[in-house]
């Protein structure tokens, strides 16, 4: 299965950090952000990854390269900045990704979410989507989980932000720029969205007292 990391945002939440390095190139333990989402596939196995890119890409580019320092091999995706959004960033590298059920990650997001699991036992998925307690800035929660059935309604719990997709829900639409949510919920009115409740350690470093966190949580381990 191949592996698509969302890179492309300008992480305003994090500014003027990210005036100055793009937010998945942020600092945490010693390594880029992104860098703890490419270590964790290649030691589940995942070889190929694709990186959307827009804000700094360049940036982005140079630190990573073609992957080979992470045991992976890196494609990216140009985008221009603002222009496509998360779902239509996903549809834009569809030529890259191929026709299999490939994996989503959020570049800004923080955990221990077992790569190679889902991988293997979600490989033939429409749609199936990791979910996670409703941290403080999102006390809502966006789903609900009805056994292994991604449902909207209450209780919800709050989209990790990694999931599995078939590219069928990206492929063919008349808009070029529209937000993964829309995919999320055409998946779940069509009955069509698995999911799975992760409990383990999860953060989006989207915004300054999370990213303290995940330093934190890092340097005390």
């Known amino acids: 299965m191949k592996a698509m990391i969302l890179a492309a945002g300008r992480g305003e939440r994090l500014r003027p950090l990210t005036d100055r390095v793009p937010k998945p190139l942020i600092d945490v333990g010693g390594q880029p952000l992104i860098g703890h989402h490419l ?28 992957g ?32 299999a059920p490939f994996l989503v990650i959020s570049s800004d997001v923080f955990s221990d979410i077992d790569y190679g699991a889902l991988a293997s036992q979600r490989a033939g998925a429409e749609a199936h989507l990791v979910l996670v307690d409703n941290p403080a800035h999102h006390a809502r929660g966006d789903f609900g989980l009805r056994g292994e059935h991604v449902v909207d309604a209450a209780p919800r719990l709050t989209y990790a932000g990694v999931g599995v997709f078939a590219p069928h829900w990206f492929g063919r639409r008349s808009e070029t720029c529209f937000p993964l949510s829309t995919v999320l919920r055409e998946a779940i009115e069509a009955d069509r969205a698995g999911g799975e409740h992760h409990r383990g350690r999860w953060i989006d470093v989207g915004r300054p007292r999370a990213l303290a966190a995940a330093r934190q949580g890092l340097s005390a381990a």
């Not at 589940?44 to 990573?64: D, M, S, T």
């Open 39 to 66: 270590r964790a596939l290649a030691a589940a196995g995942l070889g190929e990854v694709v990186i959307n890119v827009a804000y700094r890409a360049a940036q982005i580019q140079h630190a990573l390269g073609d």
């Open 68 to 99: 080979r320092r992470y045991g992976l091999r890196i494609t990216y995706s140009l985008e221009q900045p603002g222009a496509l959004d998360t779902g239509g960033g996903i549809a834009n590298a569809l030529p890259l990704l191929g026709p």
